[in-house]
């Protein structure tokens, strides 16, 4: 089960406001963290009572719907920021995640007890710009009383208390607070130990709204803690809260409401109590909710495809006894990224807004400045001969160095007459019977990249003694996503075997092969000793004039600037270096058959734009990277055979040569704009 997409809501009268300061206490603290300042850097819930009921309350006291800081929480922020969640995690181990992130906990669970002791999973954000706060701390192994000791002390507010049963039916909270000073100050209340009644009097009298809410089991009764705020000011919304609803209930609330979960949490029999807040008009924001998922890194594949944070994390073991993790998220996109997303989303979503459809990935960054685009581009992913960048990038830093040349001969082995250099480089035929050394190595290279040459791609990794010296070079070019394992050509396939395996797969993301042309082209990965840094750009397939799909963008966007008497000579003036790749290949079944037919695509290299000063062309250079990965298809388009038709790969394929283009729009407008 799953959502969501940005819904847009009416309001609701609102309640009466009182202040109120923490109202029960709570317990002796065995951790605490609080992490210093960061400089700007730029990655429960419910309501017991009647099981059949739907206890909710509301509050209309302003149309916003999102926070421009995590002042109060962060539950309703899509600033882009780094973000990290880790699970099954000792104390110990989180002290040190945050340390070395600069960052803060925002919300916490409770994994398990080990030991008598609990592990966590926990959310993080980067504690710097509209995240920043004037101080946190966080506790876990408290009572009661424990927890208001240490507010007192701290002068602090909770935006999270987790109840845990740390043994024998002995409860103790979990805590994650904030200082109740400066901007972060706010009037606000909790409650402990308490049932759904009483939390609906309370909120009913202090004109609070709910942020956090957990139930709990202690002696036989369920039991609630519950966080709040204010609902005033820049704290007002129109909200609701729920109850013991199943999975179709809470979408048909959500829809009605035309809310956006900011707490999702599931009771023992299944069904979920949430929080959830209108979003609507001009500051409503994408957002999603997933349920069920087997692993920590399925979460954070899917928010980070979608380009969201999670702002709400909930882990539990379900009745079969597996782990499950259970997320709300919002946006974490900035406009182009956004746009980006929407481009990809149109083919590569579900009609639930949700990334079944592979791995696509975008990435734009301006050479020597900032990211322009960042959807989901430094997951690991197979991108087919794209990554034979990482080929010529090792080559020339040999030649760089002077212990290879580019005019010295080169061998590679012709394995299937046929398919030639599209062939599958079979290690069993190389023999001499089909040693080819018509090449030198520089020609050699030039194939791979012009033609990309499977043969000679593989007579680089020969050369070179496997594919070691390859993952070296990615490993100190800082290419942390990138793991060269298999004969590129070959795709899943080993060819001794004819059997698929994942385990074959080369890994990088669309930011690792943008970083390749950037230290290039800055100098950082090569320098021109030995002409190097030239060959690579040389090999690279150097192009003068933009495409005919960029020259498509550039017209439209002249026109909407009254500027089409300059496209033409605006795009005479692009040029772009890179690599492609593509594959129809297949995912395993578990005898190692193609258990699932899939399509790779891929680009990446530089583009360069003309910008105008003064009157005079002023160029700026982009790095950039783009693919769609293990996309599953049912059938492969044969694009040089008309009567070997297959139009879902076709569509895919489309749909991604359109994302490569459109990934330049927004900077091509502002490039435009200074002509």
């Given amino acids: 089960m799953n959502r969501h997409l940005p819904l847009s809501l009416a309001r609701r009268p609102g309640l009466s406001l009182m202040l109120c300061a923490a109202l029960a206490a709570l317990a002796s603290a065995a951790e605490a963290r609080r992490p210093s300042a960061q400089p700007a850097l730029q990655g429960e819930i419910g309501v017991e009572g009647r099981d059949d009921d739907d206890l909710d309350a509301m509050a209309d006291v302003g149309a916003e719907a999102l926070d421009p800081n995590a002042n109060t929480d962060d539950h309703s922020v899509n600033v882009p920021t780094s973000w990290w969640t880790y699970t099954n995690q000792t104390a110990a181990q989180v002290s040190s995640l945050l340390s070395s ?12 007890i080990v030991s008598g002791t609990p592990r966590f999973t926990v959310r993080m954000v980067r504690n710097s710009g509209a995240y920043a706060v004037p101080g946190w701390w966080w506790y876990y192994g408290l009572t009661a009383s424990d927890v208001a000791t240490q507010l007192s002390a701290n002068n602090a507010r909770l935006i999270e208390l987790k109840p845990y049963d740390a043994g024998g039916g002995v409860i103790r909270y979990a805590a994650v607070m904030v200082s109740n000073t400066a901007n972060a100050a706010r009037a606000w209340s909790y409650l402990v130990g308490v049932s759904s009644s009483q939390i609906s009097t309370h909120l009913s009298n202090s004109g609070h709204r709910l942020i956090d809410l957990d139930t709990y089991t202690e002696g036989g009764v369920k039991k609630y803690t519950a966080v709040m705020v204010a609902n005033t000011g820049a704290d007002a919304k129109s909200w609701q809260w729920w109850i013991n609803q199943s999975p179709a209930s809470v979408a048909s609330k959500v829809s009605a409401f035309k809310g956006r979960i900011v707490k999702l949490d599931r009771n023992t029999d299944g069904t979920y109590n949430f929080i959830q807040v209108k979003n609507t008009g001009a500051d409503n924001s994408a957002w999603w909710y997933q349920y069920g998922l087997t692993s920590l890194t399925d979460l954070n594949n899917y928010a980070l495809q979608v380009a969201s944070r999670p702002v709400d994390l909930r882990t539990y073991v379900d009745g079969n ?44 960054k301006q050479v020597g400045g900032s990211v322009k685009v960042d959807l989901n581009s430094a997951r690991r992913a197979e991108t087919a001969s794209s990554l034979k960048s990482l080929h010529l990038l090792t080559a020339m830093q040999r030649v760089q160095a002077g212990s290879d040349t580019l005019a010295s001969a080169f061998n590679y082995y012709e394995y299937d007459v046929s398919k030639g250099s599209n062939a599958c480089p079979d290690p069993a035929k190389e023999i001499a019977a089909n040693l080819r050394t018509n090449y030198n190595f520089e020609t050699g290279l030039d194939e791979m990249m012009r033609i990309s040459d499977n043969r000679t791609t593989r007579g680089t990794v020969l050369r070179y003694g496997g594919f070691a010296p390859f993952n070296t070079v990615a490993t100190s070019a800082g290419l942390a996503s990138t793991t060269l394992r298999h004969n590129i050509g070959c795709a899943y396939r080993n060819p001794a075997t004819g059997k698929y395996s994942t385990g074959l797969r080369n890994d990088t993301s669309a930011a690792d092969l943008a970083r390749i042309y950037e230290g290039v082209w800055n100098s950082s990965l090569l320098n021109n000793t030995h002409s190097a840094r030239d ?16 020259q498509s963008i550039i017209n439209a966007e002249a026109a909407l600037l009254g500027k089409s008497g300059i496209a033409a000579s605006f795009g005479a003036l692009v040029r772009t270096w890179g690599k492609g ?19 790779i695509r891929s680009g990446t290299g530089l583009i360069r734009l003309p910008f105008k000063a003064g009157g005079v062309v002023s ?21 040089n055979t008309p009567a070997i038709e297959c139009q879902v790969d076709t569509d895919y394929t489309n749909a991604h040569a359109n994302a490569s283009a459109e990934l330049h729009r927004d900077e091509i407008r502002a490039a435009l704009k200074t002509w």
């Fill in 101 to 112: 992130k600069g960052a803060r906990l925002v919300g916490l669970d409770v994994y398990g």
């Fill in 321 to 364: 006894g597996v782990r499950r993790y259970d997320a709300a998220f919002i946006d974490n996109a900035n406009s182009s990224t956004r746009r980006m997303r929407s481009v990809m989303g149109a083919t590569f979503l579900d009609a639930n807004g949700n990334p079944t459809r592979g791995i696509f990935e975008a990435y734009l």
């Fill in 535 to 550: 060959e690579f750009l040389e090999s690279a397939n150097p192009r003068s004039g933009a495409s005919s799909a960029i």
């Fill in 581 to 599: 790749g593509s594959y129809g290949t297949c995912l395993p079944d578990a005898n190692g058959n193609c258990g699932q037919q899939v399509i």
């Fill in 619 to 639: 160029y700026r250079d982009y790095s950039f990277g783009h693919l769609i990965s293990d996309t599953p298809v049912p059938c492969w388009e044969d694009f």
